[in-house]
């Protein structure tokens, strides 16, 4: 003898179509911010966290987005360095925003100016690229902001925008 049994369940439809409408919803924020964090806009890597611009025969390498309290590296090449060396403008703003850790090679002098920290090296008799490894680490939080002209042997850059995130 089989009986019939169910369960009397009351099934309000509108509310699970909110339901599933609110989850899509979700789904698609998680894809955004999954695509976001592949472009590198979370700092850490993909192909817009960092900034390159060409300076006459250098080339700067500096982060787009950083995260805070997380090293980074700021790259300097240089095709032909000049026969009296090299000389590294980096902003006072940037100065107050990133601690400059490590400089490889050694740079032979640094003086402060009201531009910011200009740092010199000496160069080789050697023809061939030379670079320059800042790592720097950021202090502080910081919402898109302009950093300042960097230099590279009196070739200056346009004002870089830079992101510090949590």
Do not use: C
Not at 43 to 56: D, K, M
């Amino acid at each position: 003898m089989a009986s019939e049994s169910s369960i009397d369940i009351n099934v309000d439809p509108q509310l699970q179509e909110r339901h599933w409408f609110l989850s899509r919803i979700v789904w698609l924020v998680m894809l955004a911010l999954v695509l976001i964090a592949i472009l590198g806009l979370t700092g850490s890597g993909g192909t817009l966290s960092r900034q390159q611009v060409v300076l006459g025969s250098a080339e700067l390498d500096i982060p787009r987005v950083g995260r805070w309290s997380a090293t980074d590296h700021l790259t300097v090449k240089v095709d032909q360095p000049a026969s009296n060396g090299m000389e590294i403008l980096l902003p006072a703003k940037f100065g107050e925003i990133f601690t400059v850790e490590a400089v490889s090679p050694r740079p032979s002098s640094v003086t402060a100016t009201p531009e910011g920290h200009l740092y010199a090296f000496e160069s080789s008799a050697d023809r061939g690229e030379r670079s320059v490894v800042f790592s720097i680490r950021p202090s502080q939080i910081l919402l898109p902001s302009h950093m300042g002209r960097f230099e590279v042997n009196g070739a200056r850059t346009a004002d870089l925008p830079i992101v510090v995130l949590p």
